[in-house]
């Protein structure tokens, strides 16, 4: 199963949800989807986006968990 660590990161970047979605663009409502787990789906640009924004690796945003 896959986990997404995206609230954490944000968290210890003292990032919100409104400004990081900006930042990416992306609507508040997808980034929220993302965050909480519930996409089915996430574009590696968005991906890349995120990494770059947040100064992170794709493995501290999404963690295999067995």
Avoid at 2 to 23: E, P, T, V, W, Y
Avoid at 42 to 63: A, F, G, H, P, S
Wanted: charged share 25%; net charge positive.
């Amino acid at each position: 199963m896959i986990h997404i660590n995206l609230d954490l990161i944000m968290a210890k970047r003292g990032i919100g949800l409104m400004q990081l979605s900006r930042l990416v663009g992306i609507t508040p409502a997808n980034l929220s989807r993302i965050k909480s787990g519930k996409a089915k789906q996430i574009r590696l640009n968005t991906l890349d986006t995120l990494c770059r924004v947040l100064n992170c690796e794709v493995k501290d945003i999404l963690e295999f968990v067995d």
